[in-house]
Every structure is written in C-alpha cells, then in structure tokens.
C-alpha cells in the first residue's frame, strides 16, 4: 500500500472523539447499574429514575469531550504518547468530575448520588484509558500497513542523521516514513542509509517540504553549524505544515532517553542514568520480582536434583559464578548450574581445544569441556536456572540485553553507555532470534534495539517466544 505523506489525521481524531463519547456513554451507563442494580431497589423517582441519570447525559458527556479537547487529547502532536496521554486523561475526567459536582452544588433540583458520581469518576479513567490504550495498538499495526504514518526529512546525512534513519526505519509502527535526507556537505543523489538519499541542500528545504509533503523535519544538530540550525528555524519553524524536531546531539546516548528542564529561561538537556522510568520500571519491577519468586518456588526441587546429579556426573561445585557487567557498569556475579569440567579455561590452553573466543566468533557444537549433563543442561536452558536470584537480587532481569564478561565491552564500542542503562537479562531479543548462532554483531544490534524499543508487552512477547525456543532447543550448546 503506498504511504500518504500527509496522514489523515481528520479521520483519526474523528475515531477518538467516537471511541471517547462511546467510553463515557458506557460510564455512566454501568455506573447507574452498579449504584442502583447491584443490592440497592430501583427507585422510579427522582433523584434515581432511568431517566433522570440518562437528562444528565445530554450535557455532561459533550461537556467532558470539550475537557479532553482542551487537555489536547486531540491534538496530533500529543496523541498516544503513553503516561502522559493517560495522565492528562485522569486530569480531565477529574475536572469532568468537578463540573458535574459544581453543577449540581449551582442547581438545588439537581440533587445526584455521590455513590454514583464516585463511580462515573473511576469508570471514566479507566474505559477510556482502556480505549486509547486499544487504540493506539491498533494504529501500530495500521501504520505497519502503510497508513498514518508522516512523510519525513532527515536535517544531516552524517553519523547521527544516520543512526536516525535506522531507528526510524526499524520501527514503522512509530509513525515517521523517512524519505530521504538534507545535508549542506553532501551532494544530492548519494546514498545515506540502504536507497534513502540525498535530495538536497538546506536552500532547497522548503521546496522539498512543498514536494514531498512533508509533516516532520527531524534535524540532526551535529550536521549543521549554529547559523545554519537558526536559518533553519526562521525557514521552517513557523510553517504550520510542517513539525520541527531536533535530535538531543547525543549520538553515543542515542537510546537513553533524555529530560528537559528550564534553568533561568534557559532550556537545558539532561541524561537519564537509567532507560527505563516511571511505570515502565514499576511494571518491570513488578513482572520480575512476582515471577521470579513464583519461578523460583516452582523450580526449587528440579534445581536441587540437578545440583546432586551434578555433583555425581563430575567431579567440582554444582553451581559456577560467571563475573559479568550490570548496570551502570558495575560487577557481578551471575549464579549457573555448572556444565563444563573443573578449570575448563585451563583445558582449552592445554589441550589446544578448537573452541572460539566468545569475543570473536560463534561457539562450537562440540566442545570437549562440556560434561555429558552439562549438555542437556544447556540444551534445555535449565543451566540457567539460578539466575532467578539474580533477579530477586536486583541484579538481573527476567528479560533485558545479553549479559556479558568485562572482556567483551570494547565490542560494543559507542553502544556501552547505552548497555549500562538496563539490567541484563535471563532471556532477551538475542534468546529468541537464534542464541548461539548469532554473530556478535548481530547480538548487540538486538540488545541495542531491545533497549530502544521496551515496553512491557515487548517483555512479555519475549518471554512467550523464549518457551518455543527452549522446546525447539534451538542455537542452544
């Protein structure tokens, strides 16, 4: 399906005011019958008649879609922006709320149930957050089909312009289709990132925008100089066709989310020193300490006996310690069942074994360190079992980007900053996408992408998928 540069947000916004007028019509509607239905008779009279509750929604309802307008709950440029689109949700209903009582208090005859009024309160926040929130998945998947998604200009073909497009490109359901790029070095026709090219340079920026039909212009700050990022501004920031973003200029924090704070008028940028944030991290929290602990409870007896056939297969410890990097850098220990033989390093230096660095290249099917148990034991991943401590002790995630040794940070080069905003993780994106036979590359594009790209349902579709592979023994040895 071709792609519409200019997104039919008429239609878009018509199907929200729909889907919030069906909302609140539903509110009140259970809210009466859960007031009035539920243990308590039905009175035919006033103030708890059918019809009185129903006179009420003639102006109450218009009146609360007016409120969402002016918290802009319509308004492109904040429509489906998670906790703060259900933030200003909750403000509006609770001044919804207000002026139904305010109302009443002006209007004696007017006497409503508070039981009544409680509930609208609560039923309101919660149906319509449930509708955007449905809403704004399906738009997702929408916009993987080519639909609501803007036409948009990339200020700069360097490094950051480039890292722009890719993540961009990797995420269609975010709304930007990326056309081609803007760069005052770079000719026009030379290709940036896959067929996306230069149109042209900062003078012909305003012609494109006409052209292309531009909705979003998303300048990469270290490709122009500050008199070209003002010309830019005074050409483009004024346009009501176009929206002028700028990229933080932090291209080795590009995943890390940034804060703006004013300080004496001054708009000022700081890093956050974690990824995840605010509910995102409460529900991470969440998810990993409940289901790790009931993991753990579950899993204690297998975990025991395979400890003693451990002990029985070979000789040394049931559990390894391997030292590896956590967030914000620091170290650990992450606990394993143990599958290799006793000073398995030393082995590999002694007998020449054919085994890759893990720095370097993939593992070997075949390696002779491993115990006979230890390959059914990482066959089925119930090696990793003891890493539910880690998680109950803070240190890991049940999902999150692939742990590694200190050894192995210089291959994430620029990308390191980024892997020490979130705990590593039991299972992950590298997990489902092939395990062993991914090539290191490979492993910390999805780690980087995993860390852009969270959420919590993303953690959850992880987790399913890990199952399957798991089963299947796929890249496991």
Not at 194 to 217: C, F, K, M, P, T
Not at 258 to 286: F, H, N, Y
Not at 327 to 351: C, I
Not at 370 to 377: E, K, N, Q
Request: net charge positive; proline share 5%; charged share 20%.
């Amino acid at each position: 399906m071709a792609v519409s540069a200019r997104a039919p947000w008429r239609l878009l916004t018509g199907g929200l005011l729909a889907l919030d007028a069906t909302m609140l019509l539903a509110t009140v509607s259970l809210a009466y019958l859960l007031r009035f239905k539920t243990g308590v008779p039905l009175l035919e009279t006033p103030p708890y008649s059918l019809a009185f509750y129903s006179s009420i929604v003639f102006w109450a309802v218009p009146v609360w879609l007016g409120l969402f307008a002016l918290y802009r709950l319509y308004d492109r440029r904040y429509l489906f922006h998670g906790l703060h689109e259900y933030t200003r949700i909750f403000n509006a209903c609770t001044t919804g709320l207000v002026v139904v009582v305010l109302v009443s208090f002006l209007d004696t005859t007017l006497v409503i149930s508070r039981g009544w009024l409680i509930l609208t309160w609560v039923l309101s926040m919660a149906l319509v957050t449930s509708g955007r929130f449905a809403a704004r998945r399906l738009l997702r998947q929408l916009r993987y089909r080519g639909w609501f998604r803007d036409a948009t200009l990339i200020v700069g073909g360097n490094e950051e312009g480039r890292a722009l497009a890719e993540q961009f490109l990797a995420d269609p359901g975010g709304g930007l289709h990326v056309v081609g790029f803007v760069d005052p070095s770079l000719q026009p026709g030379v290709e940036v990132v896959g067929d996306l090219q230069v149109l042209g340079d900062l003078a012909a920026i305003s012609d494109l925008v006409q052209r292309q039909e531009i909705r979003e212009v998303v300048i990469a700050p270290t490709a122009v100089s500050r008199d070209e990022l003002l010309e830019l501004y005074r050409t483009l920031g004024h346009d009501p066709r176009v929206e002028l973003r700028l990229s933080s200029g932090l291209f080795e924090m590009l995943t890390t989310a940034v804060l703006v704070q004013e300080s004496s008028g001054v708009p000022l940028i700081t890093p956050q020193r974690v990824r995840i944030t605010g509910i995102d991290a409460v529900l991470k929290s969440t998810l990993d300490y409940v289901a790790a602990a009931a993991a753990l409870l579950v899993t204690l007896p297998v975990l025991l006996a395979l400890a003693l056939l451990i002990k029985i297969d070979s000789p040394g410890p049931a559990f390894h310690r391997r030292r590896v990097m956590g967030r914000r850098g620091t170290y650990f220990d992450a606990f394993k069942l143990r599958t290799m033989m006793v000073n398995a390093e030393r082995r590999q230096q002694q007998a020449s074994i054919p085994f890759a660095d893990r720095r370097k290249a993939l593992k070997i099917e075949t390696d002779p360190r491993i115990t006979r148990l230890g390959r059914f034991l990482r066959a089925s991943s119930l090696d990793e079992l003891p890493q539910l401590l880690n998680v109950l002790r803070g240190e890991m995630s049940l999902v999150g980007p692939r742990m590694i040794a200190p050894d192995e940070a210089p291959r994430y080069g620029k990308w390191l900053v980024n892997l020490h905003t979130v705990k590593p993780g039991i299972t992950g994106p590298w997990q489902v996408e092939g395990r062993s036979d991914l090539p290191y590359d490979e492993r910390v594009r999805l780690s980087m992408n995993y860390i852009r790209n969270y959420s919590i349902w993303l953690d959850l579709q992880i987790m399913l998928r890990t199952i399957l592979v798991i089963v299947r023994r796929q890249g496991a040895y």
